[in-house]
């Protein structure tokens, strides 16, 4: 064994980083005399994370690094009796009763023994040595244990006897979520939500894949990351490197050649194995693989699946050795195993990729096996031109557009497909099919409530959307259907208590179809996360999006992954992710995926508002309300209305009448919500609350946020000078340089935005060359980043863009404005016109930057935001004066007339509102002072 140097140890890559306080807590060995293991394969970090442990350890522990030369006793002892920590005076190997028998003798031993690599042992004398040192040591000492396949020491028997925790592959594993951190905070390179997703997939969440894609692809730009996603795992020359010579190359030929060849079948049985290798032993085969930690893993020790990065490449490397035309008969022989065997979908996949394409419409056309299943986005198979004349395979192509939630595609679709064929029954299944999606579009007609009861099971739940939602009956003989909509819409109503029995049922029957299973975790975890099991809920979420996807409902995937991300907002006050979630929103709105849209949109500003932001928060729901009015879905927008109430968006007349609204539409949650507004009616809300399980207390808490920029929490300020504050304290900006400062200003204005260093350059040093200007910005970011020290507010490198960076809950005030303006400018009621409008006027304190006059962009920028502010202004004088508020709306005038003086419409109001409060001199004064304005301009 190599003597080894823990300072060494302590330089991880920093992905484990992010996982390790989960991992500490699932290990949970900090008590004199435990014993922890974890046992990982390569790659997954597994030494990174007892190194990582070691180094957060109180006291310095001992280290021991098995390799294969330490397979007898007396090797073993010698290398232990030098790593036990606070144990010196062993000069010559014993054995290890000796060795026991000296441990005893020293007083007060404890500490940290960490022995890693524990598979080099497997099997041999010093293994059998080491489980008796386990047994036999003193009880200070707590061991740590790592390994790449399950070890011989009984660890059931010490777990019973409650002195050890195990971690293996599977929990190291990064989970979607703490992909998306790892990009954002550690690597300062975000990927999009969709491209993390796929990448966590395609490497099994493995440590030393996502650091690989990181190297391979760090200063490339989002896009070019995104499509290298795609391409992962099929040509990636670092990822099949690491798996040539640290997964493959050890292998016994025999479990080589079984990887290769059953690569072939997506998820594995022995069964399958046997038939598809006309062989027998295929059990034991997959037994040990699985007991190696080779990426692959099992739930249930019956079926098997290799990780989607390690069969991406073995799918390219049975090309490189069958040949293209060996690879497709393998292929087509595994297909015909799978069909053998029911197993459908994998079948037409491999049928595909064996290139029979009348196999594959087969499969569709006689178990109605969806073309997703077949075809995904990122599979790489390409459909031949023989599809479009195939109606079975036009007809699956319509079922994967309602299922991405593309549904004006899908009806566009359904029409092509039932065109191409005349046969009565299919005619009759494309138009059944159409309906129950037409329904579901904007502007369609409404289905009436005693019609929604025939048809598509979801036409029910459709029509309950419109509002009012149906009377509950409990009915626990009714078909999993009825019952899966039964607890949806005990959700929507608020009645969380129900909704929750109800689809906990649901999920607990194996035997209900997997979209009704699908709906009814979703619909369980929002219930759950509303309960405050929000960790929880992220987990279950987690599984949930992997089994959504691998069962072909990628909506219902979406859906997950975006209430993932406002789960983790909540709980882990992680605000940083909402931009992850609005890049979802986003992406909805390219795929025409309206109802995804409006969702997260909901879902973003309900997590705002439980965040602390509800400024942005009444913008999100405002925008979500006017998606599900247009969407015919005014249950949904009953609840914006309503959570916009905590966002300061109403009246105790307002809240009254929401609240009688939510009452006549059979939605007990929403109304103790409402009435939980109105100060006077608060017991009889938590009356409602309790009687439904609706969680009233959290939207209480959140109401009693401030509804302003929360300067305490620190920001930057740009409007009337530049600030920076942070913990209420400011920064000096005026030590910098002046184009330094200029800089940090450009920045400011831009915050939490990427700006490149061209445009940068040209700004601030306009007439400098390019090398002379890029040193220059180097200098000033470098200066900024000295003034930047101690706060969390940081000046981050982008790729070849710099962006100010502000930490949860800091603000903007230039973002928080133009959000206002923005909001005012979407509202349809007078009342949320005003009220943003008036937040928008409470953040312009002043010109933009005054003392930034010789940057062009600042004064351009300067000028915009003057006339926006001048304009908001007019706008809010107007509606006040209609209103009847003759004193805010004088003042609002004049404020428009400060910013824009030579504007008519604003001369014209104040002296009008002037004349209607009876004040005829001012009237006039107004008047003579808009003629001199006039004048000055040179104008009659």
Not at 78 to 84: E, G, I, K, P, S
Not at 594 to 610: C, H, P, V
């Amino acid at each position: 064994m190599q003597p080894l140097v823990l300072r060494e140890k302590l330089r991880p890559p920093d992905p484990i980083g992010l996982v390790r306080p989960r991992l500490e807590k699932q290990l949970s060995f900090e008590s004199a005399g435990t014993v922890g293991l974890v046992v990982a394969p390569a790659g997954s970090g597994k030494t990174t994370l007892l190194a990582q442990i070691a180094a957060h350890a109180s006291r310095e522990p001992g280290w021991y690094r098995a390799t294969a030369d330490d397979d007898t006793e007396a090797a073993l002892v010698a290398n232990l009796a030098r790593a036990v920590p606070g144990f010196t005076g062993l000069d010559c190997p014993l054995t290890m009763s000796d060795l026991l028998a000296r441990l005893e003798d020293v007083d007060g031993l404890e500490g940290l023994l960490i022995c890693d690599d524990l598979h080099e042992i497997a099997g041999t004398p010093a293994e059998r040595a080491l489980e008796r040192f386990v047994d036999l040591r003193p009880r200070g000492l707590r061991l740590l244990f790592g390994s790449r396949r399950g070890s011989s020491i009984n660890m059931p028997r010490l777990r019973g006897s409650g002195v050890a925790a195990e971690v293996d592959g599977t929990a190291l594993r990064f989970r979607p979520w703490e992909v998306e951190e790892l990009f954002e905070k550690i690597y300062r390179e975000p990927l999009r939500p969709d491209a993390a997703a796929i990448l966590t997939r395609r490497t099994g969440g493995w440590a030393a894949g996502l650091q690989l894609f990181h190297l391979a692809t760090a200063g490339r730009s989002t896009g070019a990351r995104h499509q290298a996603v795609l391409e992962l795992g099929a040509s990636s020359r670092l990822v099949r490197s690491y798996l040539t010579r640290h997964v493959l190359a050890d292998l016994p030929d025999e479990h080589r050649r079984f990887l290769l060849r059953t690569c072939t079948l997506d998820r594995l049985t022995a069964d399958l194995c046997d038939e598809l290798l006309d062989t027998a032993g295929s059990a034991r085969i997959l037994s040990e693989l699985e007991l190696r930690q080779l990426f692959v893993s099992t739930d249930d020790g019956i079926e098997y699946r290799y990780h989607e990065v390690l069969r991406l490449h073995l799918e390219q490397v049975i090309v490189e050795e069958l040949g293209h035309a060996g690879a497709r008969a393998w292929y087509a022989r595994s297909g015909e195993v799978l069909s053998r065997h029911g197993r459908l979908r994998s079948a037409a996949r491999a049928f595909a990729k064996a290139d029979n394409w009348a196999r594959v419409s087969q499969i569709v056309r006689e178990h109605s096996v969806e073309i997703g299943d077949v075809v995904d986005d990122h599979g790489g198979i390409s459909a031949p031109n023989s599809w479009s004349r195939d109606p079975w395979i036009a007809l699956a192509i319509a079922r994967r557009h309602a299922r991405h939630g593309q549904l004006a595609d899908a009806v566009d679709a359904y029409q092509v497909a039932h065109d191409m064929h005349d046969e009565p029954s299919y005619r009759r299944q494309c138009r059944a099919e159409s309906e129950a999606v037409v329904g579901w579009l904007p502007r369609a007609r409404p289905i009436p409530q005693r019609q929604s009861a025939q048809g598509h099971w979801s036409a029910r739940f459709r029509a309950a959307l419109a509002g009012p939602i149906p009377p509950f009956i409990e009915d626990q003989t009714g078909d999993d259907a009825g019952r899966t909509v039964n607890g949806l819409l005990a959700l929507v109503a608020g009645e969380l208590g129900r909704a929750g029995s109800s689809l906990g049922r649901i999920r607990s029957d194996h035997t209900v179809a997997p979209l009704l299973s699908a709906l009814a975790g979703v619909g369980l975890a929002i219930a759950d996360a509303a309960n405050s099991a929000g960790e929880d809920a992220a987990g279950v979420l987690g599984e949930l999006i992997v089994v959504a996807e691998g069962d072909g409902f990628p909506w219902v995937a979406r859906v997950a992954h975006a209430l993932q991300e406002v789960v983790l907002v909540v709980g882990q006050r992680a605000v940083w992710r909402l931009a992850i979630c609005t890049q979802m929103k986003d992406d909805c709105d390219v795929r025409g995926d309206r109802w995804g849209s409006a969702f997260l949109t909901l879902m973003i500003g309900a997590a705002r508002l439980l965040s602390g932001d509800p400024v942005t928060a009444a913008i999100d729901l405002g925008d979500a309300r006017k998606r599900f009015v247009e969407l015919d879905a005014h249950v949904l927008a009953l609840w914006c209305q309503i959570l916009d109430l905590y966002a300061g968006g109403g009246t105790t007349a307002v809240a009254a009448e929401l609240a009688a609204t939510a009452d006549e539409f059979r939605m007990r949650g929403a109304r103790a919500l409402a009435l939980g507004a109105i100060e006077s009616r608060a017991a009889e809300a938590q009356s409602v609350a309790s009687a439904c399980g609706f969680p009233l207390a959290a939207f209480r808490a959140a109401q009693a946020t401030p509804h302003s920029v929360d300067i305490q929490s620190g920001g930057v300020f740009c409007f009337g000078g530049l600030r920076i504050e942070t913990a209420g304290a400011a920064l000096d900006a005026g030590v910098l340089r002046p184009q330094a400062r200029s800089l940090l200003g450009i920045l400011a204005l831009n915050a939490g935005r990427p700006c490149r260093h061209e445009f940068l350059e040209d700004a601030i040093w306009p007439d400098v060359g390019h090398k002379v200007a890029s040193h220059r910005l180097q200098v000033a970011v470098s200066s900024i980043r000295a003034l930047l020290a101690g706060t969390k507010i940081a000046v981050e490198r982008a790729g070849d863009a710099y962006r100010l960076h502000l930490p949860d809950h800091c603000s903007s005030d230039v973002r928080t404005f133009e959000d206002n303006v923005n909001r005012a400018h979407r509202s349809v009621e007078s009342d949320d016109r005003i009220r943003f409008r008036a937040r928008a006027l409470d953040v312009y304190r002043g010109e933009l930057l005054p003392n930034e006059g010789r940057v062009e962009f600042i004064a351009a920028e300067r000028e915009r935001l003057r006339t926006a502010a001048a304009g908001i202004a007019l706008d809010q004088a107007a509606e006040l004066w209609r209103a009847g508020e003759l004193g805010p709306a004088r003042q609002a005038a004049e404020l428009s007339l400060r910013w824009e003086p030579y504007q008519d419409r604003p001369w014209e109001l104040l002296a009008l509102i002037h004349s209607t409060l009876g004040d005829h001199t001012a009237a006039e004064r107004a008047r003579r002072d808009r003629a001199k304005v006039r004048a000055a301009m040179g104008v009659n």
